[in-house]
């Protein structure tokens, strides 16, 4: 009877989790199996089919040849026995469950072929890069950070963005409040004016005013190095820690329209990926400065300096108002009512905003 380590069952799934085991790229297990590279690509996009006879002899034979970390990675992927449990075989499953992901998960084949557009790579760098960065990330220091972050409040945020745009001239300010006539004074970060505010608005559905602009336009415009790399760390360190990603449509605020009793506007479709690889990465970047003590500022933000550099990049809605090159949906949100028990409210000047 033989091994059952070294059989492969079932469809073609199984052919790409050997594929993930191996870390190998398309191109290298077409050319490891002796295939072409076009019967590989076509398991990964119909992983029902099964192989046929002469396929599965070749696949058995390249598990049992191949060498026995890759054995142990296929064994963690497939759910069955390992020959020992450690730390490290933890850290080898781990990775080749990232590894697998990079290979077989449509929303981050999106992802990565999005980061392609942006960042103006040829078809599969964005690929190849983040696998490349899979063996120097470690999940925990992942969660290291994650603790680090967690420490950083909202008072602190709030400060920090107060403090990076307080030479901006001009009317808005924060949405501050003091609840009760001795309580402490609550400052957000959340930007206004005085025209945005005691509007009289109820944030009912009946006063619903925001319309469907149809598919945001999407803005194309390449990403710089620097920006590529952070939303390639971004993808990498999505795999290893074995987070969620899924890319669904996104509403992106395209208009604004604010006044007495109405809150208004209208809003465009753009593809989640988008967002997560560029204006998404800015809340990471600030509470990182914060935790690490750098006071932020212009200079010291190099996402923030890039996709909201200024006031007017913030409330630009709906235009790609990015320093230098690239693009990302921008959102501004208007204050609603205050809070029961508010008793004040004030749009602060140049020195305090978003």
């Not at 206004?192 to 009912?204: A, I, M, N, Q, V």
């Not at 923030?304 to 230098?324: C, M, Q």
Request: contains cysteine; positive net charge.
């Amino acid at each position: 009877m033989r091994d059952a380590r070294h059989h492969l069952d079932g469809d073609v799934r199984q052919a790409c989790t050997l594929q993930a085991a191996l870390r190998m790229s398309n191109e290298a297990f077409a050319e490891h199996l002796g295939i072409a590279v076009r019967t590989v690509a076509a398991w990964h996009q119909k992983p029902g089919l099964r192989p046929r006879p002469e396929m599965q002899q070749v696949l058995d034979a390249a598990l049992a040849r191949a060498p026995a970390a890759a054995g142990e990675r296929f064994a963690v992927l497939t759910g069955g026995p390992a020959r020992a449990v450690s730390a490290r075989a933890d850290d080898d499953g781990a990775a080749a469950e990232a590894e697998h992901r990079l290979i077989t998960d449509q929303n981050i084949s999106r992802a990565l072929s999005r980061l392609d557009q942006l960042a103006a790579w040829g078809p599969g760098t964005a690929r190849r890069t983040v696998a490349a960065r899979l063996a120097g990330l470690d999940t925990r220091d992942l969660l290291d950070r994650a603790g680090r972050r967690s420490r950083i409040g909202r008072d602190d945020i709030a400060g920090a963005l107060g403090a990076y745009y307080r030479c901006q001239a001009g009317e808005h300010g924060r949405y501050a409040a003091r609840c009760g006539p001795d309580g402490p004074e609550i400052v957000t970060s959340v930007l206004t004016c005085p025209d945005w505010l005691d509007l009289g608005c109820p944030l009912t559905a009946g006063h619903d005013r925001l319309t469907p602009a149809g598919p945001a336009a999407r803005a194309d415009i390449p990403l710089d190095a620097a920006a590529a790399d952070a939303a390639a760390q971004r993808l990498a360190e999505t795999l290893v820690a074995g987070t969620r990603f899924v890319d669904m449509p996104l509403y992106r605020l395209t208009g604004i329209r604010v006044g007495k009793g109405e809150i208004g506007g209208s809003v465009g479709i753009a593809p989640f990926a988008s967002y997560a690889l560029t204006l998404d990465l800015l809340e990471g970047e600030l509470a990182d400065a914060l935790a690490a003590g750098i006071p932020p500022g212009p200079g010291s933000l190099p996402l923030r300096d890039r996709y909201l550099p200024d006031l007017a990049s913030v409330l630009g809605v709906g235009r790609p108002t990015v320093r230098r090159r690239g693009a990302g949906p921008v959102r501004v949100r208007p204050p609603g009512r205050p809070a029961p028990g508010a008793r004040r409210l004030r749009a602060p000047g140049a020195g305090a905003v978003q």
